[in-house]
């Protein structure tokens, strides 16, 4: 079958679920959590938080692509670098077809880490995985950098807990790359740990920063009415507070 977990408010209430779900599917019962899908966590009972992290997993990526002995570095993506193959600064050799195989290979493993507790790294891989077609070496060279980030920062953890007042902060990159999609990212805080987060190009091509800030702000209202229904089913581990605040920088989108 597959892997899930049981959240209840008592220990009680777990075992007797547990019980009716075993008249009826073989469970394996492995107690507290404390790995799921190459995420470690850790339960804090008396801090009331949840931490994840993803250490073994970026050990073993980075062994894998034989990467264990890099330097880290400090930061994803080198300053100011305009990846767009018709860029002055990007090598016209094309990968060969084992190199791009394993280009694809790297962004596929990189992806885990940005979908599950990686924010960090989540605009340099939206950029990179734009060139899966025709990846260059260039492309090759900075998704290793990208690894070498991961090796320097790979006990970085997500820490979720404290209380369920939810913020949101929204930005956007109005026309700066050379295809003139703005960037929109934004980040979902509830109470001090970050549980949802993106970085990608806007499926259309606005004329304003007011007008891209707005976009960006449309698709952050539907997200947090997805997630006041979804902290609703979790009532008895907490109380929502409402209203959610919602962060912008521009003036003009604000009115």
Request: glycine content about 4%; proline content about 4%; charged content about 20%.
């Amino acid at each position: 079958m597959d892997n899930f977990i049981i959240v209840t408010n008592s220990h009680k209430l777990s075992t007797e679920t547990k019980a009716q779900l075993n008249q009826h599917f073989e469970l394996v019962d492995l107690d507290d959590i404390n790995w799921l899908l190459r995420v470690s966590i850790t339960c804090n009972l008396k801090d009331k938080t949840i931490t994840l992290e993803q250490q073994a997993y970026i050990e073993q990526i980075l062994a894998r692509f034989g990467l264990s002995d890099a330097c880290p570095d400090v930061t994803p993506m080198e300053l100011g670098v305009d990846y767009h193959p018709d860029s002055p600064g990007v090598s016209p050799t094309l990968l060969t077809p084992a190199k791009k195989t394993t280009y694809c290979e790297m962004i596929g493993s990189l992806m885990y880490c940005v979908t599950m507790t990686h924010p960090d790294i989540a605009f340099t891989m939206s950029t990179l995985s734009q060139f899966l077609k025709v990846p260059r070496s260039t492309h090759l060279k900075a998704i290793k950098y990208v690894f070498c980030y991961l090796l320097g920062t790979k006990k970085l953890k997500l820490i979720l807990g404290g209380n369920v007042t939810i913020t949101r902060f929204s930005d956007a990159d109005w026309a700066s790359q050379r295809h003139r999609h703005s960037i929109s990212r934004f980040t979902y805080f509830v109470g001090l740990g970050t549980i949802l987060w993106s970085a990608k190009k806007q499926p259309i091509i606005t004329f304003s920063s007011t007008e891209s800030e707005y976009v960006t702000l449309t698709h952050a209202a539907k997200d947090i009415l997805w997630i006041h229904k979804l902290l609703k089913e979790f009532t008895f581990l907490h109380n929502l507070s409402l209203p959610t605040v919602l962060y912008c920088n521009n003036q003009g989108t604000i009115h």
